[in-house]
């Protein structure tokens, strides 16, 4: 017997889990001060999160997808994904889509269930959110594709979670990928659950990254609650695609801390102590721990920050509940370029049906 | 001004879109170097480049999701699935991502793509290769549908799903492919999507066809013209959305309708035109509409083909009956 191919998958992590260094650190965490802003806005990520939890238990917006555990993945690739590059979005990538310059009320107008939620006049080329899994990856082959046939020095960024690399879509993408050599990354943020089924009945494969083998391209997996490791692997992967390099799958392991959404209720499906366990392991506690330890971080800021991150909870909330409600005319106004005459009609019925003064919207 | 197929009217279109606009792009299997399973795409990869002509790989979803991506970047993409009975996969795509990208971004994002893909029996194909899955696209919100009939209708109404802003399934009827050569004029004019065409002008009765259907509702009008029953054919074209103004102004004239289709009976498009005959025109019938359609069976493979789709004969029946109500 010859053997016609061997693998292996590299695992990158800079932070150990009490902020302690576990490698040598790349060049762009060289001074910790640089990493702020990073860790700002995975606080604010964070307080974000707590509201609209929040805001769904009190009514004020429908199911809700916590972000809670996964604040250093969205941090580190907002922190390197280039204003004229595509993100493709999951349901659960606000935090990415805040340092896309999308206004956190989006997020509440999306979960409040209103379109204009999808709406990111901050990042026009960024796709909505994306709810049936995996299938935003094609569109990422698609939108890699457009950039490399206009030999534009773009890059396409899908993300998706740990269940979404079960289905073909996943692989039908990193498949043409490979092909065409497109400018794509595909940041699998394996959060080991899809809703109740935990990673192991998953997949019998020892990592997801080892699913781009498959499709002949570089994978890599990394400690996504450690930032300077997502932002170097995501960073040196979207370097490399923009760079005529091709496509990059990456696995960024994390731990869904939240339940899979407000409908959802975790603890039918695993143990306090597990939960427990994971927290010990949290992004934000991580990357603080460590900024302390090399003094570019003191308790007086981080005081300060909790003050700015709550007032900006706040300015958002008011954002989403001073929206008006959307008039039914909604539904048709962009179902085509230019309303077909033939729908016209149902137009008209749908607008003379609603009675002046309804209240539609949760707030 | 060339005396071509119908199929040959396709490359035609393809060839001029390309040539007119370079972010129109044709995605697909075989479509490159084979130039199409049909010859559809024959000699554009030669004439455009690899790139502008790309041969995919196998996975029907993939092909209909990179062209919603595509479409959203700026580019015409226009994707070929090889057979209709391998759109389901893809249908994924056009129902939660093509239909509804515009809506769902209430403007910001829109996907204009074309899906091509032959569709219908009648070419003793092999098993799963002969389907009509029409009104499967055409429940669906936020596209068009439309399926030509002839070789200077595939060319103008492909012109114009190409450069339409909204996605659109285009059937092509494989049975008409290479079946009548007809004059056609490669000068880049549009045919409206929004509009049905009147095939054969009549008097008694009016038949609803589209596709390969419009040739045996012409034949039966000829076969039945013989008896002094005047048949006035309609040429739907459009499938979603559709011009009923065309189809009731013909049923209040005529007073019968036949509408034919051929896929299966049960919530098929000849359902659906056929409701709103009774809503909009009752008091203009002299007998009920009549539905001509394929049965509620699975395709069958080739050997019963002839059996399961409706022919001239059926759809004449179906008018004498009309003809005959009391």
Redesign the interface.
Known sequence: MTVAATFEIRFTRYLLPDGREAADLPSFAADPRALVPDYRAMVFMRALDAKAVAMQRTGQIGTYASTLGKEAVDAGIGAVLGKDD?L?PSYRESGVLMLRGVSPHRTLLYWGGD??G???PES??D??FNV?IG?Q?????????????RREPRV?LAMCGDGATSK??FY??L??AG??QLPMVVVAVNNHYAISVPRHMQTKAQTIAQKGIAAGIDCEQLDGNDLIAVRDAVGRAVEKARNGGGPTLLEALTYRLSDHTTADDATRYRSAEEVAEQWKQEPILRLRTWLHSKGAWSQAEEQALAKDAAAHVQKMVKAYLETPPPGPE??F??????L????IGQLAQLTEEQEPHVEHHAG | MSNITLVEAINLALARAMEEDDSVVVLGEDVGINGGVFRATAGLRQRFGAERVADTPLAEGLIAGMAVGMAAEGLKPVAEIQFAGFAYTAIDQMLNHAGRLRHRTQGRLSCPMVLRTPCGAGIHAPEHHSESPEAMFAHIPGIRVVYPSSPSRAYGLLLAAIQDPDPVVFLEPSRLYRRFKEEVEDDGTPLPLDKAFVAREGTDVTFVAWGAMLREALDAAEELAAEGLFAEVIDLATLKPIDFDTVLASVRKTGRCVVITEAPRTCSLASEISANISEQALLSLLAPVERVTAFDCVTPMFRLEEKYMPDAARIAAAARKVMEYQ
Do not use: I
């Open positions: 595509v493709l379109e204009r999808n709406v990111f026009p080329r796709f909505p049936p299938t990856l094609p569109h990422a082959a698609g939108v890699a594709y457009a950039m490399k046939l396409a073909g879509d039908e993408a498949n043409a092909v065409w909604q539904m106004e962009h179902l085509y370029a230019r077909p005459r033939q729908y």
